[in-house]
């Protein structure tokens, strides 16, 4: 009896491992990319982008000098014998011209012709303005992962850029628009944000046709974390955040992958640079002070001074196009807002007011509006919030996934 009970025991322990693991493994290939690449194998191929370098075909170029062309002379008469002339006026033979009596008038001149009007050189035609672009992660990669995407500020055109099995995150445009930096995943076994160690990349992208991802590079190399990238307002560095030293700190480095730098070089959690327009000062989140609080330095990274220091947790700075004001995340209110405040950290103000989740507020060029992303439709889409009516724009528009961490392209 005893041991029948023992048997069916092991049977009834079997088959529940068995249904753990087999749910374990439905659960791994839905959220860790890597485990959806060893089911499903990789995701299709991505339609090659058109480069952004135009080819053509040289003309031949036709010589300069022309081929001279001979006109042939009337041929010459053949001179004939020559006749003399009798020159002796003859008295009795009529004149057959009149003769014309003298006059005293004068030689009228012709008219002078009427010039015409010079032709109106035609205007040129007025340039078709290149949109504005929105570049944001997304889940609406094929396996589950984070993608980056793009589209016009009214929603349309959108674009998957990376199109990488793994995690892409947190895209940042190069001050001319041509180049986006990003973090990605792909470098790691699982793919996963998660579970692994983040790099940062670049990519091209035509903000003419909307076009890009292509000239994949990667700036850092590490087996620890780097994150949040921004470029310097000239566009030859990018300033990030790196675990590379044992915590976090904030790090530059050249386009070239050379002059890495620790800016920060503090004990506590140094993270999430910004830096100003002018490219004199890094705004950063810092936990320096016993809780996260908005933080800036000069961009060698002396004189750190804190700008919130508030009791509940500031990250995420965003400088406004003017750098005059820093936009930035807060729970100070309970739940997670957006505020705004001067530069010096003074006027502190909420923007959002709203009992929903806002986050990674981004300004438009001409600082009269922010990008940003809300979870107020149930999951997490892209709004632009005009800064003077309140007014709230959903351009995103996709129930079916979270969109994330939105930047606004700057103008050409």
């Not at 982008?49 to 041929?75: A, D, E, G, K, V």
């Not at 793009?150 to 001319?176: E, F, H, I, K, Q």
């Not at 780097?226 to 590379?244: C, K, L, M, V, Y």
């Not at 050379?258 to 936990?287: E, Q, Y």
Request: aromatic residues 8%; hydrophobic residues 30%.
């Amino acid at each position: 009896m005893n041991r029948r009970l023992v048997l069916v025991a092991i049977a009834l322990l079997a088959v529940a491992c068995l249904s753990a693991a087999v749910i374990g493994g439905l659960l791994a290939v839905d959220n860790i990319p890597g485990f959806a690449r060893l089911v499903r194998g990789n995701p299709p191929t991505p339609t090659p982008m058109p480069t952004l370098r135009p080819t053509y075909t040289p003309l031949p170029i036709n010589t300069l000098t022309p081929t001279p062309t001979s006109t042939p002379l009337p041929p010459t008469a053949t001179p004939s014998q020559a006749v003399p002339t009798d020159t002796t006026p003859d008295p009795e033979r009529p004149t057959d011209e009149p003769t014309v009596p003298p006059t005293d008038q004068p030689t009228q001149e012709p008219p002078t012709p009427t010039e015409e009007p010079p032709t109106p050189t035609p205007e040129p035609p007025t340039p078709t303005p290149r949109p504005q672009w929105l570049a944001f992660e997304s889940d609406r990669g094929s396996l589950g992962d984070y993608e980056i995407l793009v589209m016009t500020t009214t929603g349309s055109r959108v674009s998957n850029l990376s199109n990488s099995w793994a995690d892409d995150a947190a895209p940042v445009w190069s001050p001319d628009g041509r180049r986006i930096a990003f973090v990605s995943w792909r470098d790691t076994l699982a793919g996963k944000w998660s579970l692994g160690h983040g790099t940062i990349y670049l990519m091209d992208f035509d903000p003419g046709s909307g076009t890009g991802g292509g000239n994949v590079t990667r700036l850092t190399s590490t087996k620890t974390q780097d994150g949040w990238p921004t470029w310097s307002p000239n566009g030859q560095r990018i300033a990030f955040e790196s675990e590379r030293g044992g915590n976090w700190d904030i790090w530059v480095i050249n386009l070239d992958g050379s002059g890495l730098t620790n800016l920060t070089n503090d004990p506590a959690d140094d993270r999430h640079p910004s830096w100003s327009p002018d490219g004199t000062k890094i705004a950063f989140t810092s936990n320096r002070e016993g809780n996260d609080d908005i933080w800036v330095m000069n961009a060698n990274g002396s004189n750190p001074s804190n700008l919130t220091q508030m009791p509940g947790r500031d990250r995420y700075p965003m400088w406004s196009p003017d750098g005059t004001r820093i936009a930035f995340n807060t729970r100070r209110d309970g739940n997670q807002e957006i505020y705004v405040m001067n530069a010096n950290g003074s006027e502190q103000t909420n923007i959002t007011n709203s009992p929903d989740t806002e986050g990674m507020a981004h300004w438009s060029p001409d600082g009269k509006r922010v990008v940003l992303y809300s979870d107020r439709p149930g999951n997490k889409d892209i709004f632009i919030l005009d800064l003077a009516t309140g007014k709230w724009t959903n351009v995103s528009k996709a129930p079916d996934s979270d969109d994330e961490f939105c930047t606004w392209s700057p103008l050409p």
